[in-house]
């Protein structure tokens, strides 16, 4: 469940002056407050900034794990570069529960090997508004080594085709 209703009465503000901030209804807000609908990637992003949190946060989404393991292998440079790395990645978990609404495929993503590698790729593809391409590659993630040979092969062959 999200967190905006937590945020809300943490910042004592209203439903009344979300809803107005946001450009919607109050009712909206009530239904995403209470889990009743999801909120939209864009109306996330714009909600994490006014209410001064991450998307994720707001989400209620957590990828600590792979923040704290990278932290732990010293693969940040300083601070902000960890900042960005946590926002992002809990933007894609974000978008990518509200495009699939399926948290078991999203926490297999995360748990593959390769997703620091390609969640970067994803967070480019989700912010350019390419979500089936951003969802291919992410499936990709999922996928055991046989299933990833029989698509790559099936790849190749449609590109012979072209």
Not at 34 to 50: D, T
Request: hydrophobic share 40%; glycine share 6%.
């Amino acid at each position: 469940m999200n967190r905006l209703k937590e945020l809300r009465k943490e910042k004592k503000l209203s439903q009344k002056e979300i809803a107005k901030e946001m450009s919607i209804s109050e009712k909206t807000l009530s239904r995403w407050e209470n889990g009743e609908s999801q909120i939209k990637p864009e109306k996330a992003q714009q909600l994490a900034k006014y209410l001064g949190v991450s998307v994720g946060y707001l989400l209620g989404y957590e990828s600590l794990d792979i923040i704290l393991n990278m932290s732990r292998n010293g693969e940040f440079k300083n601070h902000d570069e960890k900042k960005e790395m946590i926002n992002s990645l809990a933007f894609v978990e974000g978008y990518l529960e509200s495009l699939t609404g399926n948290k078991r495929f999203i926490k297999k993503v995360f748990e593959s090997p390769d997703a620091l590698d390609v969640l970067p790729a994803v967070y480019n593809l989700l912010l350019q508004k390419k979500e089936r391409e951003a969802l291919l590659l992410v499936g990709f993630l999922t996928l055991g080594e046989k299933e990833k040979t029989i698509l790559l092969d099936l790849l190749e062959s449609l590109c012979r085709k072209m």
